[in-house]
Each structure stands twice: as structure tokens, then as C-alpha cells.
């Protein structure tokens, strides 16, 4: 049994994409969801799924009303599939109305029963470290119940490998994708960002059409620290995601920045991804494209929204000279827009757009979107 993470608002995406893979039994849940496999479905699920941050695998459930029995639990999993006694762990436990209600008691017992079972069966230990572990041990404990879980990602899925420039307040990858994939695009029609940034949303929408995996540019997962592990089984699933790109799939695809450094840093990301002059990046104010009749295109941004008072008034007026600017030139188009401020959202003067509540990292957002 396995459970994908995900950031909150975005499990409907995630569910979609795992039907997608085919993966077995396949269950939406809060903050992710839940499916049926073997090792080899969690490589496929790590290596495709652009909404994921986590692929978490179940190695065991148990009553835990004392710390006896937690111990026992942990004790009794046999951890030499995830470790071996050189290798380093780290564990993060988490409790809701459990008797065990104190989290780093609870990752020191599961310690204890993980290092006290490799000293009885191998005489040696691995060692806790924080920083770099081979595997991390995740302990759930919600009405006694616990569950345990080995993380098979690694570092967080969002982290794509391709991203060279950082910028100001970037944009996850996973949360470009799911603008992406919530705006409907069709994968065909031109797409512009006006307020690109480091072109996270373009980069990933290339990415889409194009059918390329988005765990492709990944130098590691968490799976190949594992003893056993199977590289054979990877470098086929890897070889069938090459086949399976789409290299001449071409939309138009353009991203515009006042600051001509971020689009300097957009083509850095953009080759860090391999697709060089794939995207067209200008430096220019968001209102000052001439957007093309008949295109219907799609419009998918994120703009900049303060979060103190008086920088939100000051971008007040830029969000309304963007509204008017889409309403009255943007014909046929439809727009897609984050931001977390409600004043801003109205300063748009664009009432036909729908709202998803979404979160940006620990920002409460909503996302607009609609045609125009």
C-alpha cells in the first residue's frame, strides 16, 4: 500500500493523474491518495506524477496505546528492506488524539526498536542523521492506531532538477503544474505568462505537452539507497518515458518580466530543463504585449501580491490596469490567475471568474479562472 502527498486543494489533480498511470486501486484522500502496487508502480508514480510531493510506502499498522507497544511494533517490521546497519535514517512521527502525544518520544521509541533490532540480528547499528539520510521513516499515530511508512521519493518530489534560478518568491513546480492542469489547457493553444518570474508555469507546461516526465531530470530518488535496490527495473521505466516524450509538440508558448535579470534567469531554467528556445521570454511590462484576435489562447500567471498592507495597495492599481488590459484585448482568451489577496482579486474588475482556494507554500490563495 502506498500514499502519494500532496499540497493541500490539489488531491482531485493528483487522484486524475494516478487513474492515469493506472495505478491499482487508486483513492483520493485528504492530502493525497491512496493506491494498491508493488515497488516498481511507486518508481512509475515517483518518475510521472507532476502534482506528487511524496511517495509514501506502508510497511506496517498497529495498536499503540503505550510505548511497549509502540516499540514492539517498530521492532517487529523488518527494516534490513530499507536499511542496512552502515546506512543513516531519520524518523518524523506525527499524533492526533492518541494516549502517545508527545512526537519526539515517540520518533526515540521507533529509533530504539529500529537500532535494537539490527544489533540482535546483524551486531551493528545504523546511525540517525537529520541532514542526509539513505531512508526516512515516517511514524503516524491517530487514535492509537499507528502507521508506519518509508518515504520512496527522497527529496521532495517538487524539486525537479531542471531549475537553475531561484528568483523571488518562486513558484513550486508542482503547484506551475497544477495551475497548468486546472486552467484546462489544452496542451495546443499558445499560453502566456506576463508575469513569468523565473518561467516555472511555461517550463512546466512544455513539459506536459510534450509528454515528458517530470522525474526524468531527478539525479536520485529515495528508492536507490535502498539494499536491493532493482536498477534494471528503473532504466527500463526511465527508457519507456523517453519513448514516450513527444520532442515536436511546439505550442506558443511566451513569458514576460519587467526585470530583465529574472529573464535572464528564466532561460537558465529553461536550460537546465534541455529545452532551449522552446519558450519565447521578453523583458516587459505585463499590459504591453499585443495579444493576437482569434488566438484563444490561455493566460496562466502568478502575479506578485504583498503581504503587508501597504505593498498589496500599491500593486492595487497594476492589477487593475491587467484586468482592464485582458478584458478589453484579450477576446476568446481565458485566464488563470493565483493570488492570495482578496483586495487584489477585486481589483481585477473580472467578476465572471470562477475561484479555487488553493495554498501557495503556507500562503491561503485563490486561484481565478474563467475565459474573459
Not at 7 to 12: D, H, M, Q
Not at 123 to 135: A, E, S
Not at 257 to 286: K, M, Q, R, S, Y
Request: hydrophobic share 40%.
Amino acid at each position: 500500500m502506498f500514499f502519494v502527498t500532496c499540497a493541500p486543494g490539489l488531491e482531485i489533480l493528483l487522484h486524475a493523474e494516478a487513474r492515469e498511470l493506472r495505478l491499482g486501486k487508486v483513492e483520493r484522500q485528504v492530502g493525497g491518495i491512496q493506491f494498491e502496487g508493488t515497488l516498481v508502480d511507486a518508481m512509475r508514480a515517483n518518475l510521472w506524477l507532476r502534482t506528487a510531493v511524496r511517495v509514501l510506502m506502508r510497511v506496517s499498522r498497529f495498536e499503540a496505546k503505550d510505548d511497549a507497544a509502540l516499540y514492539a511494533g517498530a521492532r517487529a517490521v523488518d527494516w534490513s528492506r530499507f536499511l542496512a546497519g552502515e546506512r543513516r535514517f531519520v524518523i518524523d512521527a506525527h499524533t492526533n488524539a492518541s494516549a502517545l502525544d508527545h512526537t519526539l518520544f515517540i520518533e526515540q521509541r521507533v529509533k530504539d526498536a529500529i537500532v535494537d533490532r539490527f544489533r540482535e540480528l546483524e551486531n551493528r547499528r545504523p546511525d540517525v542523521d537529520k541532514q542526509d539520510p539513505d531512508v526516512s521513516i515516517y511514524v503516524h499515530l491517530v487514535k492509537d492506531r499507528c502507521t508506519l511508512l518509508v518515504d520512496t521519493s527522497g527529496e521532495s518530489l517538487h524539486k525537479r532538477g531542471w531549475r537553475r534560478y531561484q528568483g523571488r518568491a518562486p513558484l513550486s513546480e508542482t503547484l506551475a503544474a497544477a495551475l497548468v492542469l486546472f486552467s484546462g489547457w489544452d496542451r495546443r493553444a499558445p499560453l502566456i505568462d506576463p508575469f513569468c518570474g523565473g518561467g516555472t508555469i511555461l517550463i512546466e507546461a512544455l513539459l506536459l505537452a510534450r509528454n515528458i516526465a517530470p522525474g526524468s531530470f531527478r539525479k536520485q530518488f529515495g528508492f536507490q539507497r535502498w539494499p536491493g535496490y532493482d536498477e534494471t527495473a528503473w532504466k527500463k521505466l526511465v527508457d519507456e518515458a523517453a519513448r514516450a516524450a513527444k520532442p515536436n509538440a511546439r505550442p506558443v508558448l511566451q513569458g514576460r518580466d519587467w526585470d530583465p535579470a529574472t529573464i535572464a534567469g528564466a532561460a537558465e531554467n529553461l536550460h537546465g530543463a534541455g529545452i532551449e528556445a522552446a519558450i519565447e521570454f521578453t523583458v516587459g511590462e505585463a499590459t504591453e504585449w499585443e495579444p493576437k484576435p482569434g488566438w484563444n489562447a490561455w493566460i496562466v500567471t502568478n502575479p506578485p501580491y504583498g503581504e503587508r498592507v501597504g505593498a498589496e495597495r500599491a500593486l492595487e492599481a497594476s492589477y487593475t490596469r491587467f484586468g482592464q488590459f485582458v478584458a478589453e484585448g484579450c477576446d476568446g482568451y481565458h485566464l488563470s490567475l493565483l493570488t492570495s489577496s482578496q483586495r487584489l482579486a477585486e481589483a481585477l474588475r473580472l467578476p465572471r471568474l470562477s475561484r479555487r482556494p488553493l495554498l501557495n507554500g503556507p500562503l491561503e490563495c485563490v486561484l481565478l479562472s474563467g475565459p474573459v
